[in-house]
């Protein structure tokens, strides 16, 4: 299938990944019809922005909303939630009852943050994603004196440190002994995990939810050792699924996101091609097996490749190859990850300040090794060393390297290497 001047390309989803696709398709020459569908109200926002300067009161939700390129010419219709796709006639329809015809179709849906299944909703009660979310939850940490963070990870964290800034009482709640496993791993996670409880957050880690309920105008969060935590305010920040109930019936594999091949091509469709937090695809500087990447440059990326992809029509493209990369700012601590890293990686960690108890303050990198080759970077309070070293992450071709110091600095063991060691 190829694409000329008179086709019709429906982007779904007004987020990185959708915008990218769009600024993409106009810049390869692509002339034809554009209609993006946003079910957001109004222009695209900053989604990082939810969890750190909305809530603390420093920006407001119109100082985080992105501006469009109206030279693009392309025709956003807001408000417009896709509820169905309809592959034989090419077809979306939306909640409005309105269907849009396409002949090139990109899927930049992204994900959603929910309640848990069984989880009272009432007031105080929030999940963190949206500019609306974080706006209300920000109107109600006004008034609240202590909060209850659910979840332990980028969010949940920001938000904690978001409470303390606001002089709230915050309880971190999560499964886990140490915070942001996913995101920085075990031995970063402890490091973390301590500065966090210096600067006051209560932490409740190493515990399940057992129960919440609201009793007397507060909500009571029971643990698994029998211990509560009563709060004013709860946040559940309890990861994001992807948005494909939309894509029910399609035949598209959405099992765990939207499988695609390794150009991003959805599989087992014609002339449609997905992008960003709600795909699955096999991202070949790391494995064959399909992996999720939902950070915002991922996104970026990924919708300037899948454009890319579906110009090419039939025609054979290069794999999109995606080195994950974020960062976050929590309680003066730059955190910084790059590439893809596993719990058996060989570990090699760094301190930029040897001898200082604060290690992660001082500045320090994990580096995790496979097979030889650094597949994952994750550095706190480290920019510079961070960005020389990621520099090589980022080529076509990964660089094999040998597992040794990452940085000049002496390399010391560390308290979290150690109890990282223990059970190895």
């Known amino acids: 299938m190829a694409f000329g001047w008179s086709d019709r390309i429906l982007v779904i989803g007004g987020g990185p990944a959708g915008m990218a696709a769009t600024e993409e398709l106009r810049r390869r020459g692509f002339t034809g019809d554009i209609t993006l569908l946003c079910d957001e109200p109004d222009a695209p926002y900053d989604r990082p922005a939810c969890s750190k300067s909305l809530l603390t009161g420093h920006a407001r939700p119109q100082d985080v909303r992105m501006p469009i390129d109206g030279s693009l010419d392309v025709r956003w219709m807001h408000g417009r939630r896709a509820v ?9 329809l939306t909640q409005t009852d309105e269907e849009f015809p396409f002949d090139g179709l990109v899927i930049a849906s992204g994900s959603y943050a929910a309640l848990p299944k069984g989880w009272p909703d009432g007031p105080g009660m929030h999940v963190l994603h949206t500019v609306d979310e974080a706006w209300q939850l920000r109107q109600d940490l006004r008034h609240a004196e202590r909060v209850a963070i659910i979840g332990g990870g980028i969010t949940g964290c920001e938000t904690a440190c978001a409470v303390r800034e606001l002089a709230r009482e915050a309880v971190l709640i999560d499964p886990k002994p140490y915070v942001m496993g996913r995101a920085v791993g075990e031995p970063i996670g402890y490091m973390i995990a301590e500065e966090h409880r210096r600067f006051g957050v209560e932490m ?3 515990r399940r939810v ?3 309920e609201r009793r007397r105008g507060r909500w009571r969060v029971s643990l698994d050792d029998g211990s509560y935590v009563h709060a004013d305010v709860v946040v559940a920040s309890l990861g994001e699924k992807p948005d494909t109930a939309f894509l029910e019936g399609t035949g598209i594999d959405i099992s765990r996101g939207i499988l695609c091949d390794e150009s991003l091509r959805v599989v087992g469709t014609e002339g449609v091609v997905a992008a960003g937090a709600a795909v699955r695809w096999p991202n070949l500087l790391y494995s064959s097996e399909p992996m999720m990447v939902g950070q915002w440059i991922a996104a970026v990326e990924m919708g300037h490749a899948a454009a890319r992809t579906l110009l090419a029509g039939d025609r054979e493209v290069p ?22 890293f596993k719990p058996t990686d060989h570990i090699v960690m760094t301190e930029m300040r040897p001898g200082r108890k604060d290690t992660a303050r001082a500045g320090v990198m994990a580096s995790y090794y496979r097979d030889d080759e650094l597949v994952g970077l994750i550095a706190v309070n480290a920019a510079r060393a961070f960005t020389e070293v990621t520099r090589a992450m980022l080529i076509d071709t990964p660089v094999r390297v040998q597992p040794e110091p990452v940085s000049q600095p002496q390399r010391t063991r560390t308290g979290s290497e150690r109890r990282l060691a223990a059970v190895s």
Do not use: F, H, S
């Not at 990369?325 to 910084?336: A, F, I, K, P």
């Open 84 to 92: 169905e796709v309809d592959m034989r006639r090419r077809t979306v």
């Open 204 to 206: 409740r880690l190493g």
């Open 210 to 212: 057992k129960e919440v």
């Open 319 to 340: 794999p999109v190859g995606i080195v994950p990369r974020y960062w976050t700012l929590q309680n003066g601590l730059r955190v910084m990850v790059a590439g893809d």
